[in-house]
């Protein structure tokens, strides 16, 4: 099991106010990844990274900033909050049987 | 790039019926194909995955067969359960030149009652 932690697992913030949430894992995984989940889009992938220090853009990472300076961290952030960033995000890994997520990170922005 | 394309829920099935999950694909290539399932108030699990044409996928008596023919991964079981209540997800790769890791489909969500 590649043993992913998310957190905080809940958060309600102010708009305006810049957010950071945390990914880790403890199996050495090169690649990582930030998806957001809402009803009616599925999951829609935000920032990934393929190393440390190596990130990229997903489809949906205006607003966002990622950051990995550990193998075992991946850190989004929003710079400042905003209503439509308001919901649950996942974080994940790939490996060779597959790819693993956490257990997310339900976010409100009110 | 590569795409996905399933049926919108939600679908609503009594015990032991039998239930399919349509999911459609548009790729370059023959890419890998698989079914997620996220159960309330958690992540998302693999549930199967099939790597080539005419490969079967299964796991808890859930199947999936990959057919180039009709370009479709659909999911069946033969008899639900309660506890197979969750949101399910078709999903694939990108595809060359695409971003990220996995493309996923909308999501339908299941209820099973009793």
């Known amino acids: ?110 | 790039g590569n795409s996905v394309t399933q049926m919108e829920g939600p679908v609503t099935l009594s015990e032991e019926a039998f239930l399919t999950i349509n999911c459609t694909y548009t790729a370059t290539g023959y890419p890998s194909l698989f079914w997620y399932v996220q159960y309330p108030g958690e992540g998302l699990q693999l549930l199967l995955k099939a790597t080539k044409a005419d490969d079967k996928g299964s796991n808890k008596g859930f199947e999936a067969t990959y057919r180039k023919e009709t370009t479709s991964f659909h999911l069946e079981k033969g008899s639900v359960q309660v506890s197979d209540s969750a949101v399910y997800f078709c999903a694939l790769p990108p595809g060359r030149g695409s971003q990220g890791n996995l493309i996923f489909g909308k999501g339908t969500k299941l209820s099973v009652k009793p």
């Open chain 1, 1 to 110: 099991d590649a043993g992913i932690t998310q957190s905080p697992r809940h958060k309600v913030t102010e708009t305006g106010t810049p957010v950071t949430l945390r990914c880790h894992q403890t199996e050495n995984h090169r690649y990582m990844y930030w998806y957001r989940q809402d009803p009616g889009h599925g999951l829609r992938l935000i920032h990934y990274s393929y190393g440390v220090k190596d990130t990229d853009k997903g489809e949906v990472s205006d607003g966002y900033s990622v950051s990995r300076s550990k193998t075992e961290d991946f850190l989004l952030t929003l710079e400042s909050a905003t209503s439509s960033q308001t919901s649950v995000y996942f974080c994940a890994i790939s490996e060779a049987l597959g790819y693993t997520f956490g257990s997310g990170t339900r976010l409100t922005v009110v």
